[in-house]
């Protein structure tokens, strides 16, 4: 390892070039850059069409760039490794690039090291001695408050690990580093601010205590639903009472991040008896969809749920089993926290979770639509048939796939696909007995279009009924 001492190194960069047509970074060079504020910054060299001019962008990150128009002078970092000075125990200057008689210059010092557990501020961007010696640049993302992080220096979060980085020192502030420095001073003032919050003797006439508040929400709620329970009415995320801006308020704690809060004040609530008529309103729905005598219609075995699915399920597809079952979720009846649930685990390893539904019969369609899917990924396709099309826009979307195929079991499905520039996606549909009890293909369609409608997956009967490859696959 380098024996040099880091806190009384100074890299001196002496060769920064003007940002001209005529003088420019390759591709993807990794460059100090000043800026034309005076600032320090770095990035990776993006030039703009053809590369012959100064158009274009440095990269520094995920969504993190600095536009060329922005920057006076650069220098390579690339081409740069500092390992023999580094082994030298009485180094204290290194020329980055040979002085020369008026030429631009920088100094860059004050090197810390991690493994002091020094660490640079959220966001900083930093100018980084690597372990093997090559000089690089990143934005510190913080992990742990103080613990741990990684320098952020091109998209898609590529980083230099803390093992990577022998040295740093930090760049100048950007917008970035800027707004978390604010941040950080807003959340200190806050605290301070809270530290004795003030109380309003009108909006927490029953005192601080949440509690109070959801026992009398519940007194009320149980005038019309009888089976309201506390349990029910924080299903939906839970009401506090909490410091906010020096003062206490009705509000929900949200993490943004691992560390970082904020507070959403309940609004147009300015008396303790309208925070609790907003708190009945706000948990209404849970508490209705846990009505013991609809979301249990058929009892608590869960076997008589899934008995039912399976029935249903088997009208139409014809080799659906109980083997193919097994290899569904598992679900059960149990109690969490005093009150009855359906719940679910994907194998016998994992812990149950709640399924949140309604009602049985809506636990039912679930099932079904689950068991379905099951039986369509157990019936192997043996042949398809890709319907021609051309282009179609489907509220945004473009058609992109429109496929028949016949299942091992002589049984048939279609897939549709659609997406757009950024994202899409693909859907099955099984194609019930049913339709193919009509007696001609124009009947046919007619039951085949409810399943799979023009208006939604861009193809009518129209465009369908004159394609006579498709007429034929399907056996008519």
């Known amino acids: 390892m380098f024996i040099c001492d880091h806190k009384n190194l100074v890299l001196c960069f002496n060769d920064l070039k003007k940002m001209t047509n005529k003088d ?10 000043e800026l034309k504020d005076g600032s320090l910054t770095a990035g990776d060299w993006h030039p703009s069409g053809n590369g012959k001019t100064k158009a ?33 125990e009485n180094i204290r200057y290194i020329n980055m690039g040979l002085p020369r008689e008026g030429g631009y210059k920088v100094e860059i010092k004050n090197f810390k090291s991690l493994k002091d557990r020094k660490f640079p501020k959220s966001e900083q961007f930093c100018l980084l001695i690597l372990k093997n010696g090559n000089v690089a640049a990143g934005r510190w993302d913080q992990w742990k408050k103080n613990k741990d992080g990684t320098f952020i220096y091109a998209p898609a979060l590529a980083s230099y690990s803390m093992d990577e980085v022998w040295a740093w020192t930090p760049l100048s ?53 009888p089976w309201a329970t506390l349990v029910q009415m924080k299903k939906k995320q839970e009401w506090k009472i909490v410091p906010c801006h020096g003062k206490y308020v009705f509000g929900q704690v949200n993490e943004s991040y691992p560390g970082k809060s904020f507070v959403t004040e309940c609004e147009n609530v300015s008396t303790a008896d309208e925070f609790i008529d907003f708190l009945c309103e706000y948990a209404k729905e849970s508490v209705v969809n846990s009505n013991p005598e609809v979301k249990f219609t058929y009892g608590l075995d869960i076997n008589v749920y899934i008995d039912k699915a399976y029935e249903n399920v088997k009208k139409d597809y014809r080799w659906f089993n109980r083997e193919i079952l097994k290899k569904c979720t598992k679900y059960a009846i149990k109690q969490v926290d005093g009150e009855w649930e359906f719940v679910s685990k994907w194998n016998s390893k994992d812990p149950y979770r709640v399924y949140d539904t309604p009602s049985a019969d ?41 496929e028949f195929s016949k299942l ?26 049913y339709c193919f009890e009509a007696k001609t293909y124009e009947e046919f369609l007619d039951r085949y279009l409810e399943i ?24 008519y």
């Open 408 to 433: 091992k079991t002589g049984d048939y499905k279609v897939s549709v696909q659609a997406g757009d520039r950024v994202t899409g996606g693909g859907r099955d549909f099984f194609i019930t007995p």
């Open 452 to 475: 799979v409608p023009g208006h939604s997956f861009g193809l009518y009967k129209e465009d369908l009924i004159h394609d006579a490859k498709l007429r034929e696959f399907l056996g």
């Open 56 to 88: 274009g962008k440095f990269i520094r990150g995920t969504a993190d760039t600095v536009s060329s128009e922005e920057v006076a002078r650069w220098q390579s970092l690339d081409r740069y490794n500092l390992s023999n000075c580094l082994e030298e």
């Open 173 to 225: 502030p950007d917008v970035f580093s800027i707004r978390e420095e604010e941040s950080e001073n807003e959340e200190k003032r806050e605290k301070e601010l809270n530290r004795n919050p003030s109380t309003d003797p009108v909006k927490f006439k029953y005192g601080t205590d949440i509690g109070v508040y959801y026992e009398k929400a519940l007194e009320k709620l149980r005038a019309e639903y």
């Open 362 to 402: 809506r636990f039912i369609e679930n099932l079904e639509y689950e068991y379905q899917s099951a039986a369509l990924r157990a019936n192997p396709v043996v042949k398809v048939y890709a319907v021609k099309f051309g282009s179609i826009d489907l509220n945004g979307w473009w058609l992109e796939r429109y």
């Open 24 to 33: 420019l970074p390759q591709y993807g060079e990794y460059c100090l850059l």
